[in-house]
């Protein structure tokens, strides 16, 4: 009963650390700190590339393009790289029509599935630029995004920038707002750590810039190349931040089982990463070390820390008045998941029920991901998350 006491209270402690007290403890540091800025010129300072890997995008290729001549950015600074990974559909023809009328504009057709991150590193090898702009083909350019990107790299300390991706298309009645109230909120997260500590643990993929000279090769079938990519940077003495600032735009899923698959996917990915970067555990005290213990290893194994808590409670409960009560809330949490999704069938959506749905999905989906991982991942082709869902 000793082991069972010790091990809910250390579990509850490293799970409140990680939600809690680690958000607050940026944020109070923060709200401290003078946050008075320069202003970055309107346009770019520099010349840059911007890659694009694309599969089965007719539904927005054209619209991503459009956002980016949206920018009013002299066309002899910038190239657009787009990659069409076997595409079935529409893409390549919708892609041809913009590159025959805009010379700065360059699509490269691959027959046989190569992956994003096979996609990207061969766009890389084709980038005349120092400054890269990796982007997804859903996420939208707010109009002045492009040159904060770009503007950034003024100071010659940072390495990488995460844009700021606003989610567009929420509604109530899936679970599309849980989930961007938490992109949300791990934004602030990296900006945060950005400015205080220059170790943004990850900059979201559909939309960050970085120096051509700082990327490396991706190792074989790793899934999470945005993580990798901005931890590396890190690890050859560069600075990652996040421009809250630069935004861009992107269209939530809000059908659960498709968000089930993308964080199922992406949690084999963080395994990978963990495991890559392991050394960085046993060096809490540096700013990298901090930020990736506290922000995302703890994250990654979150779900562990819950099946310690339901098993010590229920242990504890028969012997103690607290733990019986606390073994009663976790139960009830874990049914009202059941009851969501039976009121959902209804047409009656729940904020809080939502949200609690939201959560236990999050760390069922990083459970079970952890088990695929142990199994080994043998390919790392993607398929597009469906988008555009409320436009049906």
């Known amino acids: 009963m000793i082991i069972a006491n010790l091990l809910f209270w250390i579990s509850i402690s490293l799970?409140?650390?990680?939600?809690?007290?680690?958000?607050?403890?940026?944020?109070?540091?923060?709200?401290?700190?003078?946050?008075?800025?320069?202003?970055?010129?309107?346009?770019?300072?520099?010349?840059?590339?911007?890659?694009?890997?694309a599969h089965n995008e007719e539904a927005c290729i054209a619209d991503k393009l459009d956002s980016i001549l949206a920018n009013n950015i002299d066309q002899n600074q910038y190239e657009v790289l787009i990659?069409?990974?076997?595409?079935?559909?529409?893409?390549?023809?919708?892609?041809?029509?913009?590159?025959?009328?805009?010379?700065?504009?360059?699509?490269?057709?691959?027959?046989?599935?190569?992956?994003?991150?096979?996609?990207?590193?061969?766009?890389?090898?084709?980038?005349?630029?120092?400054?890269?702009?990796?982007?997804?083909?859903?996420?939208?350019?707010k109009a002045d995004c492009i040159a904060r990107l770009v503007n950034a790299f003024s100071d010659t300390k940072i390495g990488v920038v995460g844009a700021n991706i606003v989610n567009t298309e929420v509604a109530s009645d899936g679970i599309s707002v849980p989930e961007s109230s938490y992109i949300s909120f791990e934004n602030r997260i990296k900006f945060w750590e950005g400015e205080l500590l220059g170790s943004m643990m990850g900059a979201f993929g559909g939309c960050f810039a970085m120096r051509k000279n700082l990327m490396v090769s991706i190792p074989n079938n790793f899934i999470v190349d945005d993580f990798y990519l901005t931890f590396k940077v890190m690890e050859q003495g560069y600075k990652s931040v996040y421009d809250l600032e630069a935004i861009c735009f992107e269209d939530v899923s809000n059908d659960w089982k498709e968000e089930f698959r993308r964080k199922l996917r992406i949690g084999i990915g963080n395994y990978?990463?963990?495991?890559?970067?392991?050394?960085?555990?046993?060096?809490?005290?540096?700013?990298?070390?901090?930020?990736?213990?506290?922000?995302?290893?703890?994250?990654?194994?979150?779900?562990?820390?819950?099946?310690?808590?339901?098993?010590?409670?229920?242990?504890?409960?028969?012997?103690?008045?607290?733990?019986?009560?606390?073994s009663l809330c976790l139960w009830i949490s874990l049914a009202a998941v059941l009851l969501d999704f039976l009121l959902s069938k209804m047409n009656v959506h729940i904020g809080l029920l939502r949200y609690n749905f939201h959560f236990y999905m999050m760390n069922l989906a990083l459970c079970l991901a952890f088990f695929k991982f142990l199994a080994g991942v043998k390919s790392n082709i993607w398929t597009p998350t469906k988008r555009h869902q409320l436009n049906k």
């Open 83 to 141: 990659g069409s990974d076997n595409s079935s559909d529409r893409t390549n023809e919708i892609v041809q029509s913009y590159v025959d009328k805009y010379p700065h504009m360059q699509l490269f057709i691959y027959t046989e599935r190569q992956g994003k991150i096979n996609l990207v590193e061969n766009l890389v090898t084709h980038a005349k630029h120092e400054i890269l702009i990796h982007t997804d083909a859903n996420v939208l350019f």
């Open 272 to 326: 990978q990463n963990l495991l890559h970067f392991k050394s960085w555990l046993f060096k809490p005290f540096s700013a990298i070390g901090f930020s990736f213990i506290s922000h995302k290893a703890l994250r990654w194994i979150g779900w562990l820390f819950i099946v310690f808590m339901f098993i010590c409670a229920n242990l504890l409960a028969t012997s103690s008045g607290f733990f019986a009560l606390v």
């Open 15 to 53: 799970l409140a650390y990680h939600y809690v007290i680690y958000p607050a403890l940026l944020y109070a540091i923060h709200s401290r700190k003078s946050n008075v800025k320069a202003e970055l010129d309107s346009a770019p300072n520099y010349p840059f590339s911007i890659i694009i890997p």
